[in-house]
């Protein structure tokens, strides 16, 4: 009989298992452990469900077991057991969460490191083993089947006899070879400290048979590990250690976690939660297939791998588990979306995030400039989605680059720096030096005012939602309407743009009326010109929304701006007398260079590259 063979993923991943280099290969006890755990956890949930199944929770366990002679390794699990289907669909593809981070990862990190940090699940076991069989029954059903295989030359599936509903794991273990001691693997004892060192908060009781040398006989012994949940146990008892790699572990992540949150909460509603701010985004996160949610719990019986309602959308990258005596197992996934109590939970969970967040903020600055340079959009899209509806709790969170602190700064810190204004002044731009060279700026340095400079394409989405921060309005300071000179000073060149009318109607023509206004301006110091614009729509908007993929289109009312003590000024002026076809051809480099300046493309890059030359070479 011809073998089956693996889907082609799996064989690589299979191979990778097979000629592993990896010396951290202990990692797959705790594997098949997690597996058997998960399979209990389904059994148990299955039957508050079904009637048919009639389970003593009592009696889940998982048993561990060797045979040194014929060097077997044995896990045990009367769980929910697979039928033949899924020994095929679950064995032999790789499509699982854990194996897939796994591959993902390889493609972006070197091979060898990874392996043990990853739950790279059942193909783990070849690592050690030459041979691996599964005998599996499922739960209520007659026939039971037996998967075998020797790596990445296939697997079979043949019926097979098993009394009780569960899963057999039996690993031929490896002979020793001269790196590699596999004898180990063997020994009960090590065995144990395995158990201990990466199952210990498996909920259900793990043994092992032990030859008792008194009455020659094998004994199971007393659970290895201590089967408290590692969210229920006294914080002051867990090691930094141990939720590093309760994390790493449960949520596939290969780098330890920002930051832990661990809380007790007692009260009309009691739970405990665990959870997660990741140092990086999750492998999936930027997927369509990335879902938030956190683990939902009754008295450390899984309800709900991934609850949604607990966490709000902007806090989507937050990972973890939550645990409440008070919610019915079998309650059914639409009742729970109307459920009080888990309401009341996502509500605290909530607002516990935005204070530790606050906290890291106040206490931890450059652990959370850092959470921010990877989180902080969500921060901002919390802050603007539903119509700011949160946006006072999560207005402080908000950072922006300062041109006078050089760094990021809080809205709170720019305010309590001011000085008689009522005004936060920002830029928009790509980078912080494309803005800390725009004109605008610069003269508002020379006036010691504090700039923000919003990099981000959200940023002047948040800071109109927000509308003002402490009474203090937010400026543009790309905005026509901005002006910092004195009355008189207004008033010189409200005149000198009067008299200039004409010559800027005749611009504006040349321009095809692209731009709604021309004159001169007072704001820009050496700087010989800018463009900014008029009314709601900035240069910036513009940009973000016309690509966007959507057939959404915007333009921002352009007004080009001349400094009026650059000598260009008196330039134009003179050309407008004596040459209007050169000052034609002006106008058109004018405004193509302000284009350039705001990061907007120019329509015709050949003429003005054409123009530009002509005027160098005479
Ligand atoms: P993962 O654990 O990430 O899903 P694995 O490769 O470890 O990936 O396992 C693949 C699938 O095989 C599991 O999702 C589960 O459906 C099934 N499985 C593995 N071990 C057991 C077991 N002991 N009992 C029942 N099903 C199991």
Known sequence: MSKRQFKAESKKLLDLMVNSIYTNKEIFLRELISNASDALDKLYYESLTNRKLKVDKKKLEIKLDVDKEKRLLTIEDNGIGMDKDELAENLGTIAKSGSLAFKEALEKKDKVNIIGQFGVGFYSSFMVADKVTVESKKAGEEKAYKWTSSGADGYDITDCEKEACGTKITLHVKENTKDENYDKYLEEFSIMSLVKKYSDYVTYPITIFNYDEEKKEKRKSDPINSMVPLWKKNKNKIKEEDYDNFYQEKFYDYTKPLRIIHTKVEGLVSYDALMFIPSNPPYDFYTKEYKKGLE???????????????????????????????????????????DRQLKVIAKNIEKKIIKELTDMLENEREKYEGFFKTFGVNIKYGVYDNYGAKKDELKDLVIFYSSKEKKMVTLKEYVSRMKDDDTIYYACGETVDKIDMMPQVESLKEKQKEVLYLTDYVDEFVLKMLDKYEDKKFVNISSNDFDLSSEEEKETLKKKNENAKDMFDFMKKELGNEVSQIRFTNKLKKHPLCLTSEGNITVEMQKVINAMP???????????????????????????????????????????????????PVENPTELSNLVCEFLSK
């Open 550 to 600: 959507t057939d959404e289109h915007i333009d921002a009312k352009l007004v080009l701006e001349i400094n009026e003590d650059h000598p260009i000024a008196k330039k134009i002026e003179d050309l407008y007398k004596t040459d209007k076809e050169t000052l034609k051809k002006y106008t058109k480099i004018l405004y193509d260079e302000a284009r350039l300046i705001e990061g907007l």
């Open 296 to 338: 939902l719990y009754s008295n450390g019986v899984l309800i709900m791998e991934r609850c949604e309602d607990l966490l709000p959308d902007y806090l989507n990258f937050v990972k973890g588990v939550v645990d409440s005596p008070d919610l019915s197992l079998n309650i059914s996934r639409e009742m729970l979306q109307q």
